[in-house]
């Protein structure tokens, strides 16, 4: 009696509960609490503050509040077990008691924090399933505890219509993942073919917008982090903040805000600041406020970015239409989920999947925008070709009536270029053995003055010791012709045992022989020095006048050691004046002809009988001549037309230059003279040089 009283009770106090058939039962008709303060199921029971909805899907907004749905149902269906099925998978924590009266007959834990494995069916939809009494009325007190958007549509049947609900959801996620799998690839395909990093851009925000709808729907936990609660908490903001970062750098690249609006341009920056600010508080501090302030950006944004898309399109910048329209589609999508979610318009289906279907249809649009653009440069090349073509035949008559005065320039050109080639080849010549000659004349003149002191100080020696050893003779004598009268004849006898010991006589013989030697090897030397100093001349860059007796003599000296012993070496020299020249560069003459010489005698020494070179010398009136002529194998005509050439020799590889004589021959030129060469084969040769006693400038480079 008292069960049936309590019933009847029951019965009283619900008004219009919720039947329960064996169809889907929308749960549309609910009463709900807010408390900022955590309560039991029991204080939930007692409350007097449910506040009851009729057909509402209301929002409760993002915050930290906490909110409690009551349901009353009467189960009328042929089954206990129900599946109730809430179509808001970003919920964080949800409790819910099943209660018959004041009494819980049942709990149960959901949420995207709860553990996947031990979700009724797995998936990323929120599902309780149920054990409910038949014909008893009950109540469903449902608590729900989420950062995000608290928005709860449920719907009660048994698990064939859950199955389908999910399998409906599956099936158009599936088409949305295939739309961004199959542009993510193809345009991953165009960067690695045109390296355009507008492609690469595309890619990136394709598949950051996959993951931020995934995140948004739930789907990334159920295929990659099933049990991560930071991630089920964050990756919704994360991604979504991600790809609005990334969305500007595709629309500056894409649309060159920098060059078409850059004041506006500037305001990215300062965009780019707030979401920084997002993602920083999202990963270290509030979910909500960060959360929050993605909704109040996303819609200032998209608004923002329309704005710069309009301002360029109407510069003529034809990819700016195809991008108006897709960010136009994706802005009405924005407005209406932040909207839905701020509980400014009411939830329903078409707020629920707006996101996902404007961003597929934004991201299929962009890439109509980034193929219009290609078509567009793919035009712009075109007519640029073409008119690059019609430059080139009118050039082409040009050029054609010009190539008749070309060629003769060309002729003449050739024959001005061929004449610079022999300078600089002359010229390429005289700066190689310059360098080298400066190099020896260096050498030689440090070589002599420092051989010249000790040299001085042993030949200005010899005097005084000439003149010491001839005091000690007199004296030595003395003591030999007293001793022969005054010693005692033991006396004599033992003095002149000693000098026969000491080989007197030889020694006296020895040392004035070894006086004579020393006295001719430093005047030897002497003479080798003053050679050196001669030829080097390295200080001697003006016109002196100069002695070439004195630079044909230092340049024999200075080769006396490569010249075999059976050339003969004839000076014929006549008396010649003081010519005007630089001495070191006529030295370097004389030391290139007889060396030349040398080694023609020097290779032939088997076959000439009596070989030798003649130097002869001769005055004029306004000139003087030098004549150096060998008695060796001569010159055939070939070779002999071939001698004065830069790199013409005819010694072995690395024996020669091919560089002396054609020195030599600019040298004399340089001076104003000439060189004349006689030669015929077996005949010997013999080099003429004329030199003008005076020149008529005072310096030659």
């Not at 030595?476 to 006898?493: A, C, H, L, Q």
Request: with cysteine; glycine share 6%; hydrophobic share 45%.
């Amino acid at each position: 009696m008292i069960v049936f009283l309590s019933w009847i009770f029951t019965i009283l106090l619900q008004v219009n509960p919720i039947i329960l058939t064996d169809k889907p039962v929308d749960l549309n008709k609910y009463e709900y609490l807010i408390v900022e303060e955590d309560i039991d199921i029991n204080q939930a029971i007692n409350s007097k503050n449910f506040i009851p909805l009729n057909n509402e899907l209301k929002n409760f907004g993002i915050n930290s509040e906490l909110i409690w749905l009551k349901y009353d149902l009467l189960n009328q269906s042929q089954e206990k077990t129900k599946y109730f099925f809430i179509n808001n998978p970003s919920l964080d924590s949800l409790e819910l008691y099943v209660v018959d009266g004041s009494k819980v007959i049942g709990s149960y834990s959901g949420g995207r924090l709860v553990d996947y494995n031990s979700k009724p069916i797995p998936s990323k939809s929120i599902i309780f399933k149920l054990e409910l009494p038949q014909n008893v009325p009950i109540s469903i007190y449902l608590q729900v505890n989420s950062v995000n958007k608290k928005i709860i549509s449920a719907t009660i049947s048994n698990l064939t219509y859950i199955d389908l609900l999910i399998n409906r959801e599956n099936i158009l996620f599936g088409i949305f993942t295939g739309v961004l799998v199959g542009l993510f690839f193809y345009n991953l395909f165009l960067y690695f073919s045109v390296r355009d990093k507008i492609y690469l851009i595309y890619v990136i925000h394709t598949a950051l917008v996959w993951f931020a709808q995934s995140s948004i729907l739930g789907y990334t936990q159920e295929i990659f982090w099933q049990d991560s609660v930071w991630l089920n908490l964050r990756s919704g903001v994360i991604f979504s903040s991600l790809v609005s970062v990334v969305g500007i750098w595709f629309l500056r690249v894409f649309l060159s805000t920098k060059s078409f609006t850059p004041k506006l341009d500037k305001g990215f920056y300062f965009i780019y600041i707030v979401y920084s600010f997002i993602l920083i508080n999202a990963f270290f501090f509030s979910i909500t406020i960060s959360y929050q302030t993605l909704l109040v950006t996303q819609s200032i944004v998209v608004f923002f970015v329309l704005l710069v898309a309009y301002f360029i399109s109407r510069t003529g910048y034809g990819p700016a239409r195809y991008y108006l329209l897709a960010w136009s589609i994706f802005m009405i999508g924005i407005f209406l989920f932040v909207f839905s979610e701020m509980g400014v318009i009411p939830t329903n289906n078409l707020t629920a999947y707006i996101m996902p279907l404007g961003s597929a249809l934004e991201v299929v649009l962009l890439s109509f925008a980034l193929a219009d653009k290609i078509n567009i440069l793919k035009k712009e090349k075109e007519v640029e070709q073409a008119a690059k073509l019609r430059m080139f035949k009118e050039n082409e008559d040009l050029i054609r009536e010009q190539n008749t005065m070309l060629e003769e320039k060309v002729t003449i050109r050739t024959e001005e270029l061929e004449q610079a080639l022999r300078n600089l080849q002359n010229t390429q010549s005289q700066l190689v053995n310059q360098e080298k000659m400066a190099s020896l004349g260096q050498l030689t003149a440090g070589i002599a003055h420092e051989i010249n002191n000790p040299i001085n100080f042993v030949s200005s020696n010899i005097a005084p010791l000439k003149r010491d050893i001839k005091d000690i003779m007199e004296v030595i004598n003395f003591y030999r012709e007293t001793g022969e009268k005054e010693f005692s004849p033991n006396s004599v006898k033992q003095a002149k045992k000693l000098e026969e010991d000491l080989e007197l006589d030889y020694v006296l013989d020895e040392v004035d022989q070894l006086l004579k030697g020393m006295e001719d090897g430093a005047k030897r030397t002497v003479e080798i020095v003053k050679g050196l100093r001669l030829f080097s001349r390295v200080d001697e860059q003006d016109i002196k006048k100069v002695d070439l007796h004195d630079g044909i003599n230092s340049t024999i000296i200075l080769l006396n050691s490569s010249i075999p012993g059976k050339i003969r070496i004839i000076r014929d020299f006549g008396e010649l004046p003081l010519v005007e020249c630089l001495a070191g560069k006529i030295n370097q003459v004389f030391m290139n002809i007889i060396n030349n010489a040398v080694h023609a005698l020097a290779d032939h020494l088997e076959t000439i009988k009596d070989p030798k070179i003649e130097i002869r010398t001769k005055a004029f009136s306004d000139h003087i001549v030098v004549e150096i002529e060998d008695n060796g194998p001569g010159m055939p005509p070939q070779v002999k037309q071939k001698i004065f050439e830069p790199f013409f020799t005819t010694k072995a590889v690395g024996k020669g230059t091919g560089l002396g004589l054609s020195i030599v021959y600019s040298i004399i030129e340089n001076h104003k003279g000439s060189l004349e060469v006689i030669s015929e084969e077996g005949q010997g040769t013999t080099f003429k040089i004329s030199l003008p006693i005076y020149q008529s400038t005072s310096k030659y480079e």
